[in-house]
Nanobody
Framework: QVKLVESGGGSVQAGGSLRLSCVASGTIFSFKSTTGWFRQSPGKQRELVAIITESGTNYAASVKGRFTISRDNTKNMVYLQMSSLKPDDTAIYYC?????WGQGTQVTVSS
């Protein structure tokens, strides 16, 4: 079982930046293989934002070129650097490893 705790959410104006962090604890083998960020807006399904595996990274088309996922396995941390934020990026962002989710952190982007 992996426990994930996100931080770094907040409110920002369009065009601004935020950096989300997620720390993992517990049985973290899965953390080191696949880690990702998802988001969910009211009335919408949870969607993949970015994922990092042993093979590399993948991004949703809507965030490619604006968001960067990175991971520090020595600290059991995963990050999501978000730049050029848009109102459509407003959502609760969740850290993910297979079979485990964080509690989420709210990101609000105003126009």
């Amino acid at each position: 079982q992996v426990k994930l705790v996100e931080s770094g959410g907040g409110s920002v104006q369009a065009g601004g930046s935020l950096r989300l962090s997620c720390v993992a604890s517990g049985t973290i083998f899965s953390f080191k293989s696949t880690t990702g960020w998802f988001r969910q807006s009211p009335g919408k399904q949870r969607e993949l934002v970015a994922i990092i595996t042993e093979s590399g990274t993948n991004y949703a088309a809507s965030v490619k070129g604006r968001f960067t996922i990175s991971r520090d396995n020595t600290k059991n941390m995963v990050y999501l650097q978000m730049s050029s934020l848009k109102p459509d990026d407003t959502a609760i962002y969740y850290c993910y490893v297979p079979n485990s989710w964080g509690q989420g952190t709210q990101v609000t982007v105003s126009s």
